[in-house]
């Protein structure tokens, strides 16, 4: 979809009364940056650019810094680090290992991508008596090393792999992509499909790693549901699990066949998906899996037209938001942007809500949704009725990068304002937009009235009508 060069950018719609009020945090070309409703810059801290980035209570931020520059296929940051308001650090991990840069160098690095979680918080973003540890507990890592698995593919792999560290950095748990490929539940052509073409590598993608925390299947007796337990989103699988803590086995699996059940069916084919996770306990909800459905492409099969040898055969061009239960796998609740007036999604390049990569979703305290359209870094929240009350462009370009992604946002996180002591609540001032057959650029003529220009066709007047019979 083309865009124009010149659109308003930062906050262009805000109904205070009706949306959850906070901080938002995310990732940007000048550093972790921080905003207020009204789109009001109030923390940048330089240096921590890799995604994701996460406000911590007290006025901390934990992110990335450094990138080991593509040699992973794809860039992982040299040092994962929490560092206060001032920008002191107070933790840092970067020991897992030794790596050699495009320069000749060979040093430690973290080659953490796309997800991380501190103790205490099973997502990484707020829930009530749910918040990350700020001064000790454990953190997941998610990260990668580079193999040979013969029982998957002969080429190198570049497989995933999650770490569990205590607060000192030893790893005290770990859990490696390649020795479960056959829980995975992949038929025999996705099967050869990955052996002769893993996604240059890369053939899994996890984009996101969490725990499921305290949740009420759990509650009932569903031992798959340990709060230990970790659920994983593959991108490139269409994937999703469950892994179970104690023994590192899936215990939960949706995907990646879609058509096997009738209510697999009805939840519809899952494309490319991130941060998929559970809904903390504590908010609307919850026990339920929230997932940002990008469609785009992804998975592995029998081949077809668009995919002669089976990778990316699934294609879809409309994202959707999905929350979903994951014991009748029934849809609870689903955000597409326009629908047709029968209540279909609008297709062909007519929809308004297609991020094809990327993008993050967040469930607030007062039932609202906080949606990351990652592509074009554009941030809505909307009521459980679809209502849009809040909505951020991002302006913050990406020095240089092609305009398919120069303002992109791989997530963002709203907190509570209390979750930075350090400043004084903002004041929250309703933003009306502008009404898009009125507004002008100023110096631009104005529209003008269509009645007074406008000419009706009279077919009654037509000379050679006995012609035309």
């Known amino acids: 979809m083309g865009k124009p060069d010149i659109y308003p950018t930062g906050v262009t719609m805000y109904q205070p009364e009706k949306a959850w009020n906070g901080y938002t945090v995310f990732p940007s070309e000048l550093g972790a940056?921080?905003?207020?409703?009204?789109?009001?810059?109030?923390?940048?801290?330089?240096?921590?650019?890799?995604?994701?980035?996460?406000?911590?209570?007290?006025?901390?931020?934990?992110?990335?810094?450094?990138?080991?520059?593509?040699?992973?296929?794809?860039?992982?940051?040299?040092?994962?680090?929490?560092?206060?308001?001032?920008?002191?650090?107070v933790w840092r991990y970067y020991r897992n290992r030794e790596i050699s840069l495009p320069d000749g160098t060979r040093r430690y690095a973290a080659l953490q991508h796309h997800d991380f979680q501190r103790q205490g918080s099973p997502t990484g973003y707020y829930a009530p008596n749910l918040e990350p540890w700020t001064d000790h507990g454990n953190t997941i890592l998610l990260t990668y090393r580079r193999l040979f698995a013969p029982h998957i593919s002969a080429a190198e792999l570049r497989d995933e792999r999650i770490l569990e560290l205590d607060w000192q950095g030893k790893v005290v748990w770990e859990w490696n992509s390649n020795e479960h490929f056959d829980e995975m539940g992949f038929d025999e052509?996705?099967?050869?499909?990955?052996?002769?073409?893993?996604?240059?590598?890369?053939?899994?993608?996890?984009?996101?790693?969490?725990?499921?925390?305290?949740n009420r299947w759990y509650a009932e007796g569903d031992e798959r549901f340990h709060p230990d337990n970790l659920i994983c989103s593959s991108r490139q699988c269409n994937l999703i699990f469950i892994i179970d803590k104690a023994t590192g086995h899936l215990v939960w699996r949706l995907g990646p066949d879609y058509l096997a059940t009738p209510q697999l069916r009805a939840l519809g084919q899952i494309i490319?998906?991130?941060?998929?996770?559970?809904?903390?306990?504590?908010?609307?909800?919850?026990?339920?899996?929230?997932?940002?459905?990008?469609?785009?492409?992804?998975?592995?099969?029998?081949?077809?037209?668009?995919?002669?040898?089976?990778?990316?055969?699934?294609?879809?061009?409309?994202?959707?938001?999905?929350?979903?239960n994951p014991i009748t796998l029934e849809i609870v609740w689903e955000y597409v942007g326009d629908r047709l007036p029968n209540g279909n999604v609008m297709v062909m390049g007519a929809q308004r809500m297609f991020s094809p990569f990327i993008s993050s979703v967040q469930r607030l305290p007062n039932g609202n949704t906080l949606i990351?359209?990652?592509?074009?870094?554009?941030?809505?929240?909307?009521?459980?009725?679809?209502?849009?009350?809040?909505?951020?462009?991002?302006?913050?370009?990406?020095?240089?990068?092609?305009?398919?992604i120069r303002y992109s946002v791989y997530r963002a996180y709203r907190v509570p304002y209390d979750w930075i002591p350090q400043l004084s609540r903002p004041e929250e001032i309703a933003v009306t937009p502008p009404d898009i057959e009125t507004y002008r650029v100023p110096g631009a003529m104005a529209f003008g009235d269509p009645e007074k220009v406008s000419t009706d066709i009279r077919l009654e007047k037509c000379e050679n009508e006995e012609m035309l019979q």
């Open 189 to 214: 052509a996705a099967r050869l499909a990955i052996s002769e073409n893993p996604a240059g590598g890369d053939w899994l993608h996890l984009n996101a790693v969490s725990c499921l925390g305290p």
């Open 372 to 404: 990351d359209q990652g592509a074009d870094g554009l941030f809505i929240e909307v009521t459980p009725d679809g209502e849009k009350v809040w909505e951020f462009l991002n302006p913050i370009s990406r020095k240089g990068a092609p305009d398919s």
């Open 33 to 89: 940056t921080v905003i207020d409703m009204n789109g009001q810059v109030v923390k940048i801290w330089k240096g921590i650019k890799s995604s994701p980035v996460k406000l911590l209570p007290g006025g901390f931020i934990m992110g990335g810094i450094g990138s080991d520059q593509g040699k992973s296929g794809e860039d992982s940051v040299l040092e994962v680090v929490q560092a206060d308001w001032n920008g002191d650090v």
């Open 272 to 324: 490319g998906q991130h941060h998929a996770h559970m809904i903390p306990q504590g908010l609307p909800g919850e026990g339920n899996i929230l997932l940002f459905d990008n469609g785009s492409f992804g998975g592995y099969g029998a081949p077809t037209g668009a995919s002669p040898d089976g990778v990316n055969r699934e294609r879809r061009h409309y994202s959707r938001v999905l929350e979903f």
